[in-house]
């Protein structure tokens, strides 16, 4: 089945830095990646997803980029707020599958 | 639409004791998972309904845990007995059954296993 790992698992920035947050995936055949948030007692949810005919996807301060040779997509978060803190998952499927295999999550704090 | 609704939101239960825990997906949605929150483990996925059917069952950890979804809006989890290494936050989320799919998560049950 399909593996994820995602890096790092903590990652501290500063106000109004940039924060980068990595995945790889195992399954080649995996064609849709989303990002999903979860704030500290609450559920995930979506905040940007990509599919495999994309290379880059923008909203707002957040970015979603895909390199399918390498099977390795990231998460980029501009002009970090501290509401941006929060544990972010990436995670993989196949289209056809409504499965989803999660990363480990990053806890992102953001030091005002 | 209030979403995926789960219940109870926290349990707190001895061990041996049965916990069943409930979800009402939203309405239309035709996919429900069901997933297990650890800090050891992170977020795995215990079984995935599709239509009521289950389809993939393979994320249930033994025989002392199973789900059922016997109509489009309420699925149970059940874990019996219970122990206390099945504490964990549970979380169900629902889809439509449709390509690239967002899921919509329920608030998760906190179970704590005594």
């Known amino acids: 089945g399909e593996n994820v790992e995602q890096h790092p698992s903590t990652l501290s920035v500063q106000e109004g830095d940039s924060a980068v947050i990595k995945c790889t995936y195992s399954d080649s055949a995996s064609n849709y990646f989303p990002w999903y948030k979860q704030e500290l007692g609450k559920r995930p949810q979506l905040i940007i997803d990509?599919?495999?005919?994309?290379g880059e996807k923008k909203d707002q301060r957040i970015a979603v980029t895909l390199n399918k040779t390498a099977k390795h997509f990231s998460l980029h978060i501009t002009e970090t707020q501290p509401e941006d803190s929060a544990v972010y998952f990436c995670a993989a499927s196949l289209g056809s599958a409504r499965q989803l295999t999660f990363g480990s999550g990053t806890q992102l704090t953001v030091l005002p | 639409d209030a979403g995926v609704i789960q219940s109870p939101r926290h349990e707190v239960t001895e061990m041996g004791q049965e916990v069943t825990l409930r979800c009402k997906p939203i309405?239309?949605?035709?996919?429900l998972f069901w997933y297990r929150q650890t800090m050891m483990r992170g977020l795995e996925l215990l079984i995935y309904f599709n239509n009521n059917v289950p389809i993939d069952d393979s994320g249930m950890p033994e025989d002392r845990f199973s789900a059922k979804m016997p109509n489009a809006s309420f699925s149970t989890l059940k874990i019996q007995p219970s122990e206390p290494r099945d504490s964990a936050v549970y979380f169900c989320?629902?889809?439509?059954?449709?390509?690239?799919?967002?899921?919509?998560f329920g608030p998760g049950t906190r179970l704590t296993v005594l």
């Open positions: 309405s239309g949605h035709n996919s």
């Open positions: 990509i599919r495999s005919n994309v």
């Open positions: 989320a629902s889809s439509l059954d449709t390509l690239y799919n967002e899921q919509f």
